[in-house]
C-alpha cells in the first residue's frame, strides 16, 4: 500500500483520550487504541481538522520553515490572499510586500491576476461541459481528496483545470531563467500557505508528477515575522503609495467565487462537514440546476485555515473591502484566453483518480473479515460514542476484524 505524505505529526504523549479528533474526523481515520494514536494513511486527507479540535494540541503541522529557501539563488514568494487579510486594512500589501523582501526574498508574485484569466477559462469550460454540472472547484486540495477517499463517484465533476498558484508558478519557472540569465533549478518559488491541505498539494499533488512550487510556508509563522517588520516601516513613512497593487478576485474566501460564476448558478458551502452533506446530495441525483459547487473545507473559506492568524469572521470582513480597494486588473484578451485553454495549457497533466485502499490480502481474507466483521457489529450497542477508540461501531467492527482492537474494548461489550 503507498505511503501517502502527511503535512502534521502526532505527539502521542500529549494525548488525553478525549476522543474529540476521532469524533470529528471526516474519512474516520484516527483511532486510539491501548493508548496509541493510528492514523490510517490513506484516508487522511490533510483538512485540519484534527489540529484545529485538539485541546491539548497532540497534532503539530509540519512545513517548511523561512531558512529553506536560502538554498536558492533567485527566491519569489506568492502569498495567498489570504495573507493581506490578516492586517487591518489601513496596512497597504505595498508594505506587506517590502517586509518580504527585507526577509529575504527578490520577488513578491501575486496571485490576482491568475485568478482573473481562469475566471474566463473556467466560464467557457462550464459553457463546454455541461454534462459534468455539478462541477465541484478544485481550489482546496482537502476537498479533492475528500472525494478521493469518500466520493470517487463524484470525481468526474472535479474542474479538471489547473489552479491559479500553480499556473503562475509555472510561468515564474519557465519565464525567469531567460529573464534573470539563471537555471530553473536556481529559482525557488515559495507559497505562502494558510492551510496544511496546500503543503500537500505542492509535496504530492493528486493531479501531477510533481509541483510547480518548491515549498510552503505557514501564513502564521509568516505573520510574526513581518509584523515587526511592517510596524517599522509604517513608523518610517505611513503614506500608502497610490497604485501598484490590484487584489483581483479573493477566491480563497468564501462567496467570492459565486460573485463571478453568478449566485444562482454557483452553491456555496464552506465547513468539511457541509461539505459532505452537499455531496451526498449530489450523489442522491439532487442539485441537477446548480452548474458549480464551491466548496471549501474551513470556516468562511481558506481564511478559517488552521494556519492563519486572524479570526476568519474578521478576516472575509477584511477581504471584501480588500476587493472593493483594489479592484481587479480590468479587461483582459478572452480571446486569447480561450485560445490557451483550447491548447490544453490549464488541462491537468493527468486525470485524478480514486484513492486506492486497503481490501484485504486476497478475496478469501476479505470475505473471511467481512463476516467476522458483521459478527462483531452484531454484538455492539450502535450508539457510536467513539469511547472504544473508533469513529463509530462498524468502523470498530472492522477494526476488530483487521486485529487492530478487540471487541472488550467496548464499555458496553463489557
Not at 372 to 397: M, T, V, W, Y
Amino acid at each position: 500500500m503507498k505511503e501517502f505524505y502527511h503535512a502534521q505529526r502526532t505527539l502521542g504523549e500529549r494525548c488525553n483520550e478525549c476522543m474529540h479528533c476521532v469524533r470529528i474526523c471526516p474519512t474516520q481515520a484516527i483511532r486510539i487504541h491501548s493508548h496509541q494514536i493510528d492514523i490510517v494513511n490513506e484516508l487522511c486527507i490533510d483538512c485540519g481538522e484534527c489540529i484545529n479540535i485538539c485541546p491539548e494540541h497532540v497534532y503539530e503541522p509540519v512545513a517548511d520553515g523561512a531558512e529553506n529557501f536560502t538554498s536558492y539563488t533567485y527566491k519569489v514568494v506568492i502569498p495567498s490572499p489570504v495573507l493581506y487579510a490578516q492586517f487591518d486594512i489601513g496596512i497597504h500589501p505595498s508594505f506587506i510586500h517590502r517586509a518580504l523582501l527585507q526577509m529575504g526574498f527578490d520577488e513578491v508574485m501575486d496571485i490576482g491576476e491568475e485568478t482573473e484569466q481562469f475566471g474566463v477559462v473556467l466560464l467557457h469550460h462550464i459553457r463546454l461541459h455541461p454534462e459534468s454540472i455539478p462541477m465541484v472547484s478544485s481550489f482546496c486540495p482537502a476537498i479533492v481528496r475528500l472525494i478521493q477517499v469518500r466520493y470517487p463517484n463524484l470525481i468526474g465533476n472535479i474542474i479538471p483545470l489547473e489552479v491559479p498558484r500553480e499556473m503562475l508558478a509555472k510561468r515564474i519557472k519557465q519565464t525567469f531563467p531567460t529573464k534573470l540569465g539563471l537555471k530553473q533549478e536556481e529559482i525557488g518559488v515559495f507559497y505562502l500557505t494558510p492551510c496544511p491541505a496546500k503543503i500537500v498539494s505542492i509535496r504530492e499533488p493528486a493531479e501531477k508528477a510533481s509541483s510547480w512550487i518548491d515549498g510552503a510556508i505557514p501564513i502564521r509563522d509568516i505573520y510574526n515575522l513581518i509584523t515587526p517588520k511592517l510596524l517599522e516601516i509604517l513608523k518610517d513613512n505611513p503614506v500608502p503609495p497610490k497604485g501598484g497593487f490590484v487584489y483581483g478576485k479573493g477566491w480563497s474566501v468564501m462567496g467570492h467565487f459565486s460573485q463571478d460564476v453568478g449566485s444562482e448558478y454557483c452553491l456555496t458551502v464552506a465547513g468539511i462537514g457541509h461539505v459532505k452533506r452537499i455531496f451526498d446530495d449530489i450523489e442522491s441525483g439532487r442539485l441537477k440546476n446548480i452548474a458549480v459547487i464551491e466548496a471549501l473545507a474551513c470556516n468562511q473559506g481558506c481564511v478559517g485555515g488552521s494556519f492563519c492568524a486572524e479570526n476568519p469572521y474578521i478576516a472575509r470582513h477584511h477581504s471584501f473591502r480588500l476587493q472593493r480597494e483594489y479592484g481587479s486588473h480590468g479587461e483582459l484578451d478572452a480571446a486569447a484566453l480561450i485560445a490557451a485553454y483550447d491548447r490544453g495549457e490549464y488541462s491537468l497533466e493527468h486525470p485524478i483518480l480514486p484513492r486506492p485502499l486497503h481490501l484485504g490480502d486476497d478475496l478469501a481474507t476479505s470475505i473471511k473479515r467481512m463476516r467476522q466483521k458483521e459478527r462483531i457489529l452484531g454484538q455492539l450497542p450502535h450508539k457510536n460514542c467513539s469511547l472504544c477508540g473508533s469513529p463509530s461501531c462498524d468502523i470498530f467492527a472492522e477494526d476488530c476484524a483487521y486485529g487492530l482492537a478487540d471487541v472488550t474494548e467496548c464499555v458496553f461489550f463489557k
